[in-house]
C-alpha cells in the first residue's frame, strides 16, 4: 500500500513494485494517470482524515487479502520563515506530513499484527536530522514523523513488524516544484531567499530537473530495503548526497553540545 502514488517518487515507487510482481493499492488525492494494471488497485485517500485512512486500509486489505508493507510517501514541502508561516499553512503540513502517516500507520498495525508479519516504511528526509532556514515546519513535520517512528519501531518488533525511515537527498522529482508551497512572503527575509535558493521570488519560476537522485534509482533502493530482512538499521540513506548531509547536521549538534563542560567527549 503506497500513499501518494500518482507522482514523483510515489508513482516511481508503484511502477517499480508492479514491474517486481508485487500486487500494489496506491491511494491518491484526487484524478490520476497511472497505468491499468492487473494487479493495481487506486483509490483516492485525502490522508489528513483518520477515518478515511482507516477505511482505505480495511478496503486494500478486502482486495488483496493483507498488507505486507506500507509505504507512507505522500506529503508536500512549504517555504517559509517561522515568522511568515499562517496557522493555515501549519495546520495544513502538519496534518499531511506528520499526522496523516501516524493514522495509515494505526490502521495497519492491528492487520500486520494479525497477520505477524508486515513492514511499515516512512518516507522522511535528511532534513529530519539537521534543519536549513526557510523549511523550519517541513523540518519539523519530519522530525516529528521519526520521532513517532521509532518509538513504534521498538513497540511493534515484538509483532514481526519492522519500520524503516527512509532518508533522501536531493531527488529529482516535482517536489520542489508542484509540490512545494509558499507562506506569503515579508520582504525581510528577501535576502535570505535570494541567498538560498537564488530568487527571491515567491512561488519561485519553474526549473529545470536538476542533478539529484532519480526517483526510480531511490524506489529501487526502497524496494532493496523491503526485501532486506536481516537488515537491522531504521534509518536509511538514499542518494549520493545523503551521507554527507548528515554527517554534517550531526557535526553541528555534537559542536553544541559539547560547549556544555559535562558532555563526555568520548
Do not use: C
Amino acid at each position: 500500500m503506497i500513499t501518494g502514488g500518482n507522482r514523483g517518487l510515489g508513482r516511481a515507487l508503484t511502477l517499480a513494485a508492479l514491474d517486481a510482481g508485487h500486487s500494489v493499492d496506491a491511494t491518491v488525492r484526487g484524478t490520476h494517470s497511472l497505468p491499468k494494471h492487473e494487479r493495481l488497485t487506486v483509490q483516492t485517500l485525502d490522508v489528513r482524515d483518520r477515518r478515511a485512512a482507516h477505511e482505505a486500509a480495511e478496503l486494500a486489505v478486502a482486495r488483496l487479502g493483507r498488507i505486507d508493507v506500507l509505504v507512507n510517501n505522500a506529503g508536500y514541502g512549504l517555504i517559509g520563515a517561522v515568522e511568515e508561516v499562517s496557522e493555515e499553512d501549519a495546520r495544513a503540513i502538519i496534518d499531511t506530513n506528520l499526522l496523516g502517516p501516524l493514522w495509515l500507520s494505526q490502521a495497519v498495525i492491528p492487520v500486520m499484527r494479525g497477520q505477524g508479519v508486515g513492514h511499515i516504511v516512512q518516507i522522511s528526509t535528511v532534513g529530519a536530522v539537521g534543519t536549513r532556514p526557510l523549511l523550519g515546519l517541513y523540518n519539523s513535520t519530519k522530525w516529528g514523523l521519526e520521532a513517532f517512528s521509532e518509538a513504534m519501531a521498538a513497540e511493534v518488533q515484538q509483532f514481526g513488524i519492522r519500520v524503516s525511515l527512509i532518508e533522501p537527498g536531493a531527488l529529482d522529482t516535482d517536489w520542489a516544484g508542484g509540490s512545494m508551497r509558499f507562506s506569503s512572503p515579508t520582504n525581510a527575509y528577501d535576502s535570505l531567499r535570494t541567498e538560498l535558493f537564488g530568487t527571491a521570488e515567491v512561488p519561485w519560476p519553474k526549473s529545470e530537473p536538476g542533478n539529484g537522485t532519480t526517483p526510480e534509482s531511490a524506489a529501487s533502493a526502497i524496494l532493496a530495503r523491503v526485501s532486506a530482512t536481516k537488515d537491522p538499521r531504521l534509518r536509511v540513506l538514499v542518494g549520493d548526497d545523503a551521507p554527507a548531509q548528515v554527517r554534517a547536521a550531526l557535526d553541528l549538534r555534537q559542536e553544541d553540545y559539547a560547549r556544555d563542560s559535562r558532555y563526555p567527549t568520548s
